[in-house]
């Protein structure tokens, strides 16, 4: 009866979070900065305290942020300066970041042996938000701004407010006992997985975990080439499976002498479920090669991504004025509609796919997640080869098609990445970190496109800068994103390489990498 009510409970929590993400991607360009300047010290206190007062704060710093921007907009221009108009966005950015924060730790930690598929429907519906509104006040509002923004400012607050009830980290459904007397035996030739005392990892060429620890029953470790090291258990368990509480680097802390030393509390099942990597956080990340891959993988493909999610209005107009120069700039602004509507449609698939795919992949064919991501990484080669070839405006929905699949693919399984490589416990704050990389790469390909595109445009009599040279207009852009993308494609290969050498030092298939 406890465990039905748990499991009740657990898909609430993700039913919650989902519908809090579907209010938290609406920001425009200064709430992005908010959203990831804020990603770092919003996840240190979603780890800390839970993801309800992360929630409370997306509440409201959205409505505070989006409704002074509503008056602003009915009161006409002059009525806010710019620095205040900014300064408002920022929060709704930090009420995205909040919210969104505490949606991916509740999903991520209430469901660890299917954490790829938890976590894809609050960033499927992260991904659908901007359409969703947009929609929704196109047809309750149409052509009216201000009561969009109103909708913006009372819709996503009080939908983050209602689901903040909900969305609580659950403790574990079972919880650890003893094994069973037939198992005696067979335990007490098995080895223990310990904690190791930093000061006890003092050994060649290691960092401060994985080192050695002696007891009776000791555990093997190696130094992997990461200079990280992993913990292999013996052979006594060669056919139980990780679940997803694993994480790939081994906390450092004082062992015990109970029984159950090597269990974490709520979510080890068993010696060969242990972490054999360690919870790491904060500046511990910086040392780890792990660390910069993930970050120069999340950097790379955002920033391809992103610069045609930016910019795919102007591809729409530089195209079509060149195809047909009797068009007006209605029909314009209808068919940018229509394509930010398919990327942000096919972003929400894409992550899906990526989420609940990544979950078939570890359970069933014993594979790397971050296969998932090299077809993110294939995708955007794809879409990015379409960008410097497609000069029929009829043709550029393949562009934003493949790239908003490609997006979509990246961002539904890189949390879940994150939290296995690093351990779900300080998922808030390392996400936060990893997503401090689109805002560099993000901003280096869109001043990118923008040169390529200003160096073709003309400046009319009223100061509007305008391109009538069709595809040229940004075609050396999507060049430089492809080569970029052949160039990631490199670094995943390398990244799973590196995994399976990792995997060859604990000694075989058995122990899984990508399972947390």
């Known amino acids: 009866m406890l465990s039905t009510r748990l499991k009740f409970q657990r898909l609430l929590s993700v039913v919650a979070a989902t519908l809090i993400s579907l209010a938290c991607g609406t920001n425009g360009t200064a709430g992005n900065f908010g959203m990831y300047a804020a990603g770092i010290p919003v996840g240190l206190l979603v780890d800390a305290k839970g993801p309800v007062p992360g929630s409370l704060i997306g509440a409201v710093s959205l409505f505070v942020g989006y409704f002074p921007i509503h008056r602003a907009f009915v009161s006409g221009p002059g009525s806010m300066s710019v620095a205040l108009l900014s300064f408002f966005s920022f929060l709704t950015g930090l009420g995205s970041c909040s919210g969104f924060s505490a949606a991916i730790k509740t999903a991520a930690s209430n469901f660890p042996e299917h954490r790829g598929s938890a976590t894809a429907f609050p960033l499927s519906a992260f991904g659908l938000s901007a359409f969703f509104f947009s929609t929704l006040s196109a047809f309750a509002f149409p052509d009216d701004a201000a009561q969009f923004l109103l909708v913006l400012a009372v819709g996503t607050s009080t939908i983050i407010l209602a689901s903040s009830y909900f969305v609580r980290v659950l403790p574990s459904s079972s919880q650890y006992s003893s094994l069973p007397t037939q198992e005696t035996g067979r335990r007490s030739h098995s080895s223990d997985l310990y904690r190791t005392k930093s000061s006890d990892s003092q050994r060649k060429g290691s960092s401060e975990i994985g080192t050695p620890h002696e007891t009776s029953n000791s555990a093997l470790h190696y130094d992997t080439p990461s200079g990280s090291a992993v913990v292999a258990p013996e052979a006594t368990y060669p056919n139980m499976d990780p679940d997803e509480t694993s994480s790939l680097v081994a906390r450092s802390s004082s062992p015990t002498n109970s029984e159950d030393s090597c269990c974490d509390e709520a979510t080890s099942k068993g010696p060969a479920n242990h972490s054999h990597h360690a919870d790491i956080r904060g500046w511990a990340l910086l040392p780890r090669v ?55 449609i096919l972003s929400c698939i894409g992550r899906l796919l990526s989420g609940i795919g990544s979950d078939f992949l570890v359970k069933r064919l014993h594979m790397s997640r971050l296969w998932c991501v090299f077809v993110s990484a294939i995708l955007f080669c794809v879409g990015q080869f379409a960008g410097f070839q497609v000069s029929n405006p009829h043709h550029l929905v393949i562009v934003s098609g493949i790239t908003g699949l490609a997006y979509g693919f990246l961002f539904g399984v890189f949390p879940s990445v994150v939290a296995q490589t690093f351990g779900v416990g300080g998922i808030s704050q390392n996400w936060g970190t990893m997503c401090m990389a689109p805002v560099i790469s993000g901003n280096i390909f869109n001043l990118m496109y923008g040169t390529v595109y200003d160096h073709h445009s003309m400046v009319s009599p009223k100061g509007e800068r305008d391109c009538r040279d069709g595809l040229e207009c940004y075609r050396s852009a999507y060049l430089v994103t492809f080569y970029s993308g052949i160039i990631g494609l490199g670094i995943i290969l390398w990244s799973i390489w590196h995994e399976r050498r990792v995997i060859g030092y604990l000694g075989g298939k058995g122990v899984h990498e990508r399972i947390a």
Do not use: C, P
């Open 290 to 344: 792990e660390f910069w891959q993930l970050f120069l993988l999340l950097g790379l493909f955002t920033g391809i991504g992103l610069m045609t999610i930016n910019n795919i209005g102007n591809n729409v107009k530089a195209l079509w004025k060149r195809y047909d120069d009797s068009v007006d700039s209605e029909f314009i602004q209808k068919r940018q509609t229509m394509h930010v509507s398919i990327l942000s």
